[in-house]
């Protein structure tokens, strides 16, 4: 079996297309993906709806998604957030649609293989 272990994608569709390309000429039989799919560049929307098509993919929530879900709800913390990582907080705030929150905010925050 074969097994890709993907993450940080933070939110850059060219890499996160390139890297599964990768994978499925490798013939992986499974993903994991170990969280911060959102973050830095202004592409989150579309790196989400990838994954979600994603075949055999196990998906964690990082720590981008937590700060994503904290700034939302408190903008001091968002403030920080930008200070610190950029203005793709802002990006990601403004233009995750509200299915793929939903989506994001039901991925655990850890997984168990066996």
């Avoid at 075949?55 to 720590?63: A, F, K, P, R, S």
């Avoid at 649609?97 to 850890?110: R, V």
Wanted: include cysteine.
């Amino acid at each position: 079996m074969k097994i890709a272990i993907i993450s940080d994608i933070h939110s850059n569709i060219y890499a996160l297309e390139s890297v599964l390309k990768d994978i499925q000429q490798r013939k992986c039989d499974t993903v994991l993906c170990l969280g911060d799919c959102v973050g830095y560049y202004y592409w989150p929307d579309m790196v989400i709806n990838v994954l979600k098509k994603v075949d055999n993919i196990l998906i964690i929530q990082g720590n981008h998604e937590e700060m994503l879900f904290l700034s939302l709800k408190d903008s001091k913390f968002k403030d920080k957030v930008r200070k610190k990582y950029g203005k793709g907080i802002d990006y990601a705030c403004n233009s995750i649609s509200a299915i793929n929150l939903d989506f994001l905010e039901k991925l655990p925050k850890k997984r168990s293989l066996l």
